[in-house]
C-alpha cells in the first residue's frame, strides 16, 4: 500500500472506527432446511412425524424424536465413511425422508432419481453425479445392474422398509449412532445443520428425459429452504386446528418433492409415506385419516375423483395442483369432493412451485364456469420469490422485453429470485441458455392478465400451427374433458395438406361408457367453446394416456402415435 493510501485508511478509521474491525452479522444466518428436523424434535418430540404402511403390509408410526434419531444416525454413518455424493432409488419411505436430512447432515449432496427411468438413463445419472454410495430400496436393487458393471466399488446401502431393526440400511443408522456415541454425543451439534455455505450444493434433481438425456438441477441450501417456507404460506401448511397431515401422492425424487420434505417439517406435521399410488387406498386413508393436505399432477386429481370410492369428505383437504395446467372442469370436481384446489406452478428448475393462482373473494360472485377458469390460470409469483413475467419471444439473444398485461399478447414465462435453481451441473452451455439476458427460461407460453395474473396457454413445441391461426392444445383439451363421457385428453398437432397442421385429440373414456371418437368429433363441432378451426381432425379413444411418473403427459409418444398413424393411412 502506499504512503498515501496508508494516511487515508488511517483517517477514515480514526473517523469511522467500525470501517477498521468488522462487525459481528448478529442479525445474519445461513440459511438450510436442515436444521427443521432436529428443531421438530426438540419442539415436540413426541409429535407423529410419519405413517406408512411398509413393504411388510405393517403399519408404521414414528415420533420426530424417533425419526430425527434415525437421520442422525445415517448422518454420522455416511460422514464417517466420507461419502460426498449419495443417490437414493426408493419410493415413498420413512427412510427416504431420513436420507434428505441425513445426507445434507454429512455435508454431501442427496441425488435421488425416478426409479422408472429406463435401467440406461439410471446408469448415465448416477455415473454422470459422481456419486459414491446409494440408498436403495430393495425392490429397485436389479435396476442398477447397468450401473454396476461400470462401477461395483460404488456400495449399495439397500433399505428393507420393514421393521426398521434388519436391513442394511438400519444396520447403518445404528453404526453412525454408535459413532456419534464414540466421539462423545455430540448429536446434531457435531454435523453440518448450518451450512457453511447457503448458496453450496443440497441436492441434484434430474429432469425427465423425455426428449434428451436428463440434466442435473443445482439445488441450494438457500433456495430449498426458501422455497419451502415458501410452501409453508401458500399451501397453507398450518391449519387453524389440529396438526398438517399430508399424504404423500408426491413422488419424493420429483423436484426434492417440491421441498415438501422440509415443508412438512417445518410445522411439525405427520408426514404419511405411500409405497405405490392407489386410489382406492388413497381414499380409504382420506376417509379413516386426519390428512389435511397432499400435491398431485392434475391427471391423478382426475382419476383419484372418479374413482368410484370418491365421495365428498366430511372436512376440506388442500390439494396443491401441479406438473400440467389444469382445467377449469377438473377445480369444479374437486370442489365437489371437498378437495380445496390450490394451483400452483413450477418446473424442476424452480424447486417446484413458484407462482400461486390466487382465489379472490370477489370470484365467488362470478358464474361457476368463470370462477373455475380463473383458478385454473397460474396466477403471481410466490411470496419468497420476485413476480412472475411475461416476455416477448421475436427478440434477439439477451434482450427481454415484457408483453402488454392486456391478456392477448403471447409471450414466455421466465422467473428471477431465490427459488431460481442454481444451474445444471457440469453443463455450462445449457445453464447459459436457461438464464439468457438475465432471468430463467420456462419454455411456457403464456399471457398476462390485466390484473397480473399469468395464464400458461401452451409450451411452445405444444402451439398448433393451423393454416396461419394459434391452437392452444390446452384450450382443446380443456372443451374435450367437458364432453359428459370424457375422463382424460390430450392433444397434439397432425400434418394437414390444406391447413399445414391440425389438432388430433387422444382421450380415455369414463368406467362403463362406450363412446366413439367420431362421436366425440361431432360434439365438438357443436360446443360453443371451440372455433371450427379447432375442432380435431381425429379422436382416439385409448385405454390410457402415456405418462411420465409424475402424472405429466408425454406429448412426444402421442406425436409419435399420430405420426404413425398418418403413415398407415398414406400406405
Known amino acids: 500500500m502506499s504512503g498515501a493510501q496508508s494516511r487515508l485508511s488511517q483517517l477514515v478509521s480514526q473517523l469511522n472506527p467500525y470501517a477498521a474491525t468488522p462487525r459481528p452479522r448478529n442479525n445474519f444466518h445461513t440459511l438450510s432446511p436442515t436444521a427443521f428436523l432436529p428443531r421438530a424434535a426438540a419442539i415436540e418430540p413426541h409429535a407423529p412425524a410419519v405413517y406408512h404402511e411398509n413393504a411388510a403390509g405393517t403399519v408404521l408410526r414414528r415420533t420426530y424424536a424417533e425419526t430425527a434419531d434415525r437421520a442422525r444416525g445415517f448422518a454420522y454413518y455416511l460422514k464417517s465413511k466420507g461419502y460426498k455424493r449419495v443417490g437414493i432409488l426408493c419410493t415413498n419411505t420413512p427412510a427416504f425422508l431420513e436420507a434428505i436430512y441425513a445426507i445434507a447432515a454429512a455435508g454431501a449432496v442427496n441425488v435421488a432419481i425416478n426409479y422408472r427411468l429406463k435401467s440406461d438413463d439410471l446408469a448415465y445419472i448416477f455415473d454422470h453425479a459422481d456419486v459414491d454410495a446409494i440408498l436403495v430400496d430393495a425392490e429397485f436393487v436389479t435396476l442398477l445392474d447397468q450401473y454396476r458393471k461400470d462401477h461395483p466399488e460404488t456400495p449399495l446401502i439397500i433399505d428393507t422398509d420393514t421393521d426398521g431393526q434388519e436391513g442394511p440400511y438400519d444396520k447403518a443408522v445404528q453404526e453412525g449412532l454408535s459413532h456419534d456415541t464414540s466421539l462423545g454425543d455430540r448429536g446434531w451439534a457435531g ?215 392486456d391478456g392477448k399478447e403471447v409471450g414466455e414465462i421466465v422467473f428471477t429470485g431465490n427459488i431460481c435453481a442454481r444451474g445444471y451441473y457440469k453443463d455450462a452451455e445449457a445453464t447459459r441458455k436457461l438464464f439468457d439476458g438475465g432471468v430463467l427460461h420456462s419454455g411456457d407460453l403464456a399471457l398476462w392478465h390485466p390484473d397480473g395474473a399469468v395464464q400458461i396457454i401452451d409450451r411452445g413445441k405444444d402451439i398448433i400451427i393451423s393454416g396461419g391461426e394459434n391452437i392452444s392444445s390446452l384450450a382443446v383439451e380443456s372443451a374435450l374433458v367437458q364432453h359428459p363421457d370424457v375422463l382424460e385428453a390430450a392433444v397434439v398437432a397432425v400434418k394437414d395438406e390444406k391447413w399445414g397442421e391440425r389438432p388430433k385429440a387422444f382421450v380415455t373414456i369414463k368406467g362403463g361408457k362406450d363412446v366413439k371418437g367420431e362421436d366425440i368429433v361431432a360434439w365438438t363441432k357443436r360446443n360453443p367453446q371451440i372455433s371450427g378451426f379447432m375442432v380435431p381432425r381425429e379422436v382416439e379413444v385409448l385405454q390410457e394416456l402415456p405418462k411420465t411418473s409424475t402424472g405429466k403427459l408425454r406429448k412426444n409418444i402421442l406425436r409419435e402415435w399420430a405420426r404413425g398413424a398418418e403413415r398407415n393411412k398414406v400406405n
Not at 325 to 344: A, D, S
Request: with cysteine; net charge neutral.
Open 191 to 405: 454435523l453440518e445443520v448450518q451450512a457453511a455455505d447457503e448458496d453450496g450444493l443440497i441436492a441434484l434433481a434430474y429432469t425427465s428425459g423425455t426428449t434428451a438425456r436428463p440434466k442435473g438441477v443445482e439445488y441450494t441450501h438457500r433456495g430449498c429452504y426458501t422455497a419451502a417456507l415458501g410452501n409453508v404460506i401458500e399451501s397453507g401448511l398450518n391449519p387453524f386446528e389440529g396438526r398438517c397431515g399430508y399424504l404423500w401422492t408426491l413422488p419424493m425424487f420429483h423436484a426434492m418433492g417440491w421441498t415438501f420434505p422440509f415443508s412438512i417439517t417445518a410445522v411439525r406435521g405427520t408426514h404419511y409415506c405411500l409405497r405405490k399410488i392407489d386410489y382406492p387406498s388413497l381414499w380409504k386413508l382420506l376417509k379413516s385419516e386426519p390428512i389435511t393436505h397432499f400435491n398431485a399432477a392434475p391427471t391423478v386429481n382426475t382419476l383419484l375423483c372418479n374413482d368410484p370410492a370418491a365421495e365428498r369428505l366430511p372436512r376440506s383437504v388442500r390439494v396443491t395442483v401441479a406438473a400440467s395446467p389444469p382445467t377449469g372442469h377438473l377445480f369444479e370436481q374437486m370442489t365437489k369432493l371437498n378437495l380445496i384446489p390450490v394451483h400452483v406452478y413450477g418446473l424442476t428448475e424452480t424447486y417446484g412451485p413458484i407462482t400461486k393462482g390466487y382465489i379472490l373473494p370477489e370470484w365467488e360472485q362470478l358464474p361457476d364456469q368463470e370462477k373455475y377458469a380463473k383458478m385454473a390460470r397460474q396466477g403471481h409469483g410466490f411470496v419468497t420469490s420476485l413476480p412472475v413475467r411475461v416476455v416477448k419471444t421475436d427478440q434477439p439473444a439477451g434482450i427481454i422485453l415484457d408483453v402488454a398485461k
